[in-house]
Every structure is written in structure tokens, then in C-alpha cells.
């Protein structure tokens, strides 16, 4: 099993800014992709931004240029960095870990709200 405990979430102001992190613990295979998924209220969950072990990023369209993810492999650790927040990425953020065959065993952290008031 593996664990994943999301932090850093919290309310800001439209522009600001807010760093992300997630940590794994658990049965962590060294090659594995994360990521971080939003859900907003009344919407689906969305992604927001990918990362492979090896460091290949994937952006969703509207936080390219605004959000970076990278990742710590020996901590196990993920971040996303937000800035120029607006008030539509206000919700709750989501980290995830997929390994294993063709990536198909996946873990979810427990989210944290993102709040940006206008």
C-alpha cells in the first residue's frame, strides 16, 4: 500500500501564490508517475499537472505558465507550485501516484482546499 498526505493548501489573494506539496510513504516503486487533480464544486476532477520519475511534465492548457510540478525522488515527494492564481482554480487539490503494470495501480491523497478569492 501506499500513502500519500497532501499540505499547503489554504485561501489566498487573486495573484498570489501557493506551493503545494505531497509526500508517498508506503511500498513506493522507484519508477512511477505523480500528479495533481483538482475538483471544483459541481464539477468533475480535472488534471492539473503530471510528472513522470524521470522528471517529463504534463500541463493542463489553463495552468500552463502559471503552475510548475516537479518532484523529489529521493523524499518521495511532489510539489506544485501555483502562481498568479486566479479565483477559478479555487478548489480541492488532489496529489496521485500510478505504478505498477502499464501504470494501472493508482493512489490518492486525501486533497486540500485551495481558496482564491477575487
Known amino acids: 500500500q501506499v500513502q500519500l498526505v497532501e499540505s499547503g493548501g489554504g485561501l489566498v489573494q487573486a495573484g498570489g501564490s501557493l506551493r503545494l506539496s505531497c509526500a508517498a510513504s508506503?511500498?513506493?516503486?522507484?519508477?512511477?508517475?505523480m500528479g495533481w487533480y483538482r475538483q471544483a464544486p459541481g464539477k468533475q476532477r480535472e488534471l492539473v499537472a503530471t510528472i513522470t520519475s524521470g522528471g517529463n511534465a504534463n500541463y493542463a492548457d489553463s495552468v500552463k505558465g502559471r503552475f510548475t510540478i516537479s518532484r523529489d525522488n529521493a523524499k518521495n515527494t511532489v510539489y506544485l507550485q501555483m502562481n498568479s492564481l486566479k479565483p477559478e482554480d479555487t478548489a480541492v487539490y488532489y496529489c496521485k501516484l500510478s505504478q505498477g503494470i502499464s501504470w494501472m495501480t493508482h493512489y490518492w491523497g486525501q486533497g486540500t482546499q485551495v481558496t482564491v478569492s477575487s
Open positions: 508506503g511500498r513506493v516503486f522507484s519508477s512511477n508517475n
